[in-house]
C-alpha cells in the first residue's frame, strides 16, 4: 500500500549517538528492494544529509532545509527551491544584531555565521558539516537564502517565534527543528510542501506516502501523510495529530514502523 516514505533525521532515523543502527538500515534496505521510495526529510543542509544518503544508499531525491531544498542524491539536480523572502531575511538580521541572537545563514548549500562561538561549533559537530566566519555578514545577504537559523535557550526562542509570527503572518514558515533551534523559511519551505511535490513527481497519491518524525518542524509531513508517524520521543503535539506512534529513537522507532506497515503489513 505504502510507495513512499519520508523520514526525519535527529531524533527520529538516528539515535542519541547520531547513527542508524544496523537494524534499521537492514529493514530499510529491504523496503527499497521491495520498491519503496525511501528519503529524507530534514531540517539539516543537503551537505549534511547527503552523507547519511550514502550511508544508507538512497539514490533519490533528498528533502532538505525543513523542505527548501528537495535535491536529486545522485546527481545533484534541484527539484524543488524556495528561499526567504529578501526583505524577510534583512529584517530577520537587524533584528538578531538588535538583540544579540546567534543567527545562521546558508548561501548556496553552505553555512555561514558572523563570527565563530560555541553554538556555531556544536551546531558544525552536530550536522558534520564545516562553517564559514563572515564578519560582514550583511553582505551575504545579497544572495538568496535558503533558510535562516536562530540558536539560543528554548523560552527564549518560544517568545522571538512568537514575535516574528507576528510580525511576518504567511510571509514566512516559523518553526523549530529542536528547542534551541529556531528556523525560517519560505512559506512554501516545509516538509508538508515537499512531501506534496515529491509525491506527484513520484505519481504518488499522498495516501500512499509515511512521514515520520518527532518535532515541531515535522507537522505538516506528518499531517498530511498517508500514514503520519510520531517517535515515542516526539513532542506532544506531534503525538496528538499523528495516526501511529512508534518507539523512540533509541529503540529502533523507524524499523518498527517499516516493519509493520511496508515488510509485513498483515500484523498492522
Not at 51 to 72: D, E, R
Request: with cysteine; charged share 20%; net charge negative.
Amino acid at each position: 500500500m505504502y510507495k513512499l516514505v519520508a523520514i526525519d533525521l535527529d531524533d527520529t532515523l538516528l539515535n542519541d549517538d547520531t547513527k542508524v543502527s544496523e537494524a534499521t538500515k537492514l529493514a530499510l534496505a529491504e523496503a527499497v528492494a521491495r520498491g519503496v521510495i525511501i528519503t529524507l526529510a530534514t531540517g539539516r543542509m543537503y551537505a549534511s544529509a547527503a552523507k547519511i544518503a550514502q550511508q544508507l544508499k538512497l539514490n533519490v531525491p533528498l528533502i532538505t532545509y525543513q523542505g527548501a531544498l528537495v535535491k536529486n542524491s545522485l546527481d545533484g539536480h534541484v527539484l524543488y527551491e524556495r528561499y526567504v523572502p529578501s526583505d524577510v531575511a534583512l529584517w530577520i538580521y537587524n533584528y538578531c544584531m538588535e538583540n544579540g541572537l546567534h543567527l545562521q545563514g546558508y548561501v548556496n548549500d553552505q553555512l555561514y555565521v558572523k563570527e565563530e562561538n560555541e553554538f556555531v561549533r556544536n551546531y558544525s559537530k552536530l550536522s558534520n558539516i564545516p562553517y564559514i566566519v563572515e564578519p560582514n555578514f550583511a553582505s551575504i545577504l545579497t544572495q538568496p537564502q535558503t533558510k535562516m537559523l536562530i540558536i539560543d535557550e528554548p523560552e527564549r526562542l518560544d517568545r522571538v517565534g512568537e514575535h516574528f509570527r507576528g510580525v511576518f503572518g504567511s510571509q514566512a514558515h516559523i518553526t523549530k527543528s529542536k528547542p534551541n533551534f529556531l528556523e525560517i523559511m519560505h512559506p512554501e519551505g516545509t516538509k508538508g510542501s515537499a512531501l506534496r511535490f515529491l509525491a506527484a513527481h513520484y505519481g504518488c497519491a499522498l495516501e500512499a506516502t509515511i512521514a515520520i518524525g518527532d518535532s515541531w518542524n515535522d507537522h505538516d509531513m506528518v499531517e498530511i501523510a498517508g500514514l503520519g508517524v510520531a517517535m515515542e520521543n516526539a513532542v506532544e503535539s506531534l503525538k496528538q495529530i499523528a495516526d501511529f506512534i512508534t518507539s523512540s529513537n533509541n529503540e529502533d522507532g523507524v524499523k518498527l514502523v517499516i516493519d509493520q506497515f511496508i515488510l509485513n503489513p498483515k500484523s498492522s
